[in-house]
Antibody, heavy 120, light 112 residues
Framework: QLQLQESGPGLVKPSETLSLTCTVS??????????WGWIRQPPGKGLEWIGS???????YYNPSLKSRVAISIDTSRNQFSLKLNSVTAADTAVYSC????????????WGQGTLVTVSS | QSVVTQPPSASGSPGQRVTISCSGG????????VSWYQQLPGTAPKLLIY???QRPSGIPDRFSGSKSGTSASLAISGLRSEDEADYYC?????????????FGGGTKLTVL
């Protein structure tokens, strides 16, 4: 069974860079029809897509975050990563990684999520 | 403000059928398939419906999805207490800003 696990600091200072990694186990990150995404959920609010990456490196980002986001993939480690720079308190959220499947246009596997708080 | 809108809340009694709507536009729901997610309190979202009306294995047939034009719907029949959760719709959006996923704002379902 595919599993995704987020890792990274739970506390980031304002103006600094939030960095998270998603480790994929139980399957390969290089399947042609799969893509990998980051989604966040501020406390008490809804889901917001941050961006997605295909194993060849093609990326798609939320237009509202595009200037601050970078998502990369490391096929040798079966991991993909998120960097969000110049963070503010508004970036405080549970950050989740997920697998998307092109054939179904959906996110079919999700990590449990990790809370990142932006505070000094 | 999401480009895909859902009612903030819905409710029903056990055994009833409830429908949750998801309204978008020509660049998202109108031209792409829709997926639905169930999020129980304190847990990660779970895929309920993909490709607008398909259920992953393990999802009971009490859950069904449909689409008409730029709107989609999730129907839950034979409502159970364990269905009390937040529900989100989502779709790709092909706008001038580029290709992007959009989620609805979510609907909190209460089982009375």
């Amino acid at each position: 069974q595919l599993q995704l696990q987020e890792s990274g600091p739970g506390l980031v200072k304002p103006s600094e860079t939030l960095s998270l990694t998603c480790t994929v186990s139980g399957g390969s990150i290089t399947n042609t029809n799969d893509y990998w995404g980051w989604i966040r959920q501020p406390p008490g609010k809804g889901l917001e897509w941050i961006g997605s990456v295909y194993y060849r490196g093609n990326t798609y980002y939320n237009p509202s975050l595009k200037s601050r986001v970078a998502i990369s993939i490391d096929t040798s480690r079966n991991q993909f990563s998120l960097k969000l720079n110049s963070v503010t308190a508004a970036d405080t959220a549970v950050y989740s990684c997920a697998k998307g499947f092109s054939g179904s246009s959906s996110f079919d596997f999700w990590g449990q999520g990790t809370l990142v708080t932006v505070s000094s | 403000q999401s480009v895909v809108t859902q009612p903030p809340s819905a409710s029903g009694s056990p055994g009833q059928r409830v429908t949750i709507s998801c309204s978008g536009g020509s660049t998202n729901i109108g031209s792409n398939s829709v997926s639905w997610y169930q999020q129980l309190p304190g847990t990660a979202p779970k895929l309920l419906i993909y490709s607008t009306d398909q259920r992953p294995s393990g999802i009971p047939d009490r859950f069904s999805g449909s689409k008409s034009g730029t709107s989609a719907s999730l129907a839950i029949s034979g409502l159970r207490s364990e269905d009390e959760a937040d529900y989100y719709c989502a779709a790709w959006d092909n706008s001038l800003s580029g290709l992007a996923w959009v989620f609805g704002g979510g609907t909190k379902l209460t089982v009375l």
